[in-house]
């Protein structure tokens, strides 16, 4: 009994990496790589099925601790389970990856979906920020929030997701220099066009610009983690996409929009 309750106390003094969306393309990179690198996971999707493959694939593979915790984002109840069972343990890094988009025209979107994006992408996100930083502000240390490329522009045919990325984007920078005192060192990983299960659900189709610009996940992960090492506050993953994010940055707003436009009508 003695010793059952030893091993409890010495598995919550661990200190956790907790990652949204684990399951999917970008999210189980972030889990590969962290694992690889020692770290005792706290893994979030909606599929326990999916999440306990991942598991018993890591566990193989590296001597760390995989914690699985089901919640879907957009159900309330179901988010409250999860931040109880979060008090539990001592995290010391967030990851907020789990986010979808949706392409398509704003007046013939289903406003469901545009609620439940603006849930999981921004309310949830933000939610785990400050849950980490209030009730975990003894072992929280570093912060990634999954932005993307469309944190920088509007998109025409995906409006609300690219506002939803911008929002991520502002609030991570901002979020960066009020923890920079405590030591937190907070950043939003922007990525381009990667080959996971995004697109499919989005209903959309990379063009052959995006095609040239795709980085990996994996690869998308070790710039985020070289880019937090080196405490930048924005990592944009691949040298053409931070030749576009630059590019675009010196263009009229007006210009801009019109080929944001050009680009994203041809995506169906
Ligand atoms: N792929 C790209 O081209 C691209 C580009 C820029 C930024 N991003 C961003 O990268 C992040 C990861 O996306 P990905 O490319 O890896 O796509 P993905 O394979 O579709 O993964 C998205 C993850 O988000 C989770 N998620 C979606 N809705 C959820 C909900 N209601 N509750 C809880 N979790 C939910 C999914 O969980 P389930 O596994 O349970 O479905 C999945 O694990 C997203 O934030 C996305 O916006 C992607």
Same mark, same amino acid.
């Given at each position: 009994?003695?010793?059952?309750?030893?091993?409890?106390?010495?598995?919550?003094?661990?200190? !956790?990496? %907790?990652?949204?969306?684990?399951?999917?393309?970008?999210?189980?990179?972030?889990? @590969? /790589?962290?694992?690889?690198?020692?770290?005792?996971?706290?893994?979030?999707?909606?599929?326990?099925?999916?999440?306990?493959?991942?598991?018993?694939?890591?566990?193989?593979?590296? &001597?760390?601790?995989?914690?699985?915790?089901?919640?879907?984002?957009?159900?309330?109840?179901?988010?409250?389970?999860?931040?109880?069972?979060?008090?539990?343990?001592?995290?010391? @890094?967030?990851?907020?990856?789990?986010?979808?988009? &949706?392409?398509?025209?704003?007046?013939?979107?289903?406003?469901? #979906?545009?609620? /439940?994006?603006?849930? +999981?992408?921004?309310?949830?996100?933000?939610?785990?920020?400050?849950?980490?930083?209030?009730?975990?502000?003894? &072992?929280?240390?570093?912060?990634?929030? +999954?932005?993307?490329?469309? &944190?920088? #522009?509007?998109?025409? !045919?995906?409006?609300?997701?690219?506002?939803?990325?911008?929002?991520?984007?502002?609030?991570?920078?901002? %979020?960066?220099?009020?923890?920079?005192?405590?030591?937190?060192?907070?950043?939003?990983?922007?990525?381009?066009?990667?080959?996971?299960?995004?697109?499919?659900?989005? #209903?959309?189709?990379?063009? !052959?610009?995006?095609?040239?610009?795709?980085?990996?996940?994996?690869?998308?992960? *070790?710039?985020?983690? *070289?880019?937090?090492? *080196?405490?930048?506050?924005?990592? +944009?993953?691949?040298?053409?996409?931070?030749? %576009?994010?630059?590019?675009?940055?010196?263009?009229?707003?007006?210009?801009?929009?019109?080929?944001?436009?050009?680009? /994203?009508?041809?995506?169906?």
């Amino acid at each position: 009994m003695n010793c059952l309750k030893d091993t409890i106390k010495v598995v919550m003094k661990m200190k !956790w990496t %907790l990652i949204t969306g684990a399951a999917g393309g970008l999210g189980q990179a972030f889990c @590969r /790589q962290y694992a690889a690198s020692g770290c005792n996971l706290l893994v979030q999707g909606r599929s326990f099925e999916q999440l306990n493959t991942l598991k018993i694939e890591l566990m193989k593979e590296y &001597s760390v601790r995989i914690e699985i915790c089901v919640c879907d984002f957009t159900n309330n109840e179901s988010f409250k389970e999860f931040s109880e069972f979060l008090g539990k343990y001592h995290i010391e @890094r967030l990851i907020c990856n789990a986010g979808f988009g &949706s392409y398509g025209l704003f007046a013939e979107a289903d406003a469901n #979906q545009m609620i /439940q994006m603006h849930q +999981v992408n921004m309310d949830v996100l933000m939610k785990l920020n400050h849950l980490v930083v209030c009730n975990h502000a003894e &072992s929280i240390k570093e912060i990634i929030n +999954v932005a993307s490329t469309a &944190s920088f #522009q509007p998109g025409p !045919w995906m409006s609300v997701y690219y506002a939803t990325k911008a929002y991520v984007l502002s609030f991570s920078q901002a %979020l960066s220099i009020e923890l920079k005192s405590k030591g937190i060192r907070v950043c939003a990983l922007c990525c381009g066009p990667m080959e996971t299960g995004f697109s499919k659900r989005a #209903q959309l189709k990379h063009t !052959w610009m995006q095609k040239m610009v795709m980085v990996t996940p994996d690869y998308a992960v *070790k710039c985020a983690m *070289k880019g937090l090492k *080196k405490g930048k506050s924005i990592v +944009v993953p691949g040298f053409m996409n931070r030749m %576009l994010v630059s590019f675009s940055s010196f263009m009229p707003s007006s210009l801009r929009l019109s080929m944001m436009s050009l680009i /994203q009508s041809r995506r169906k």
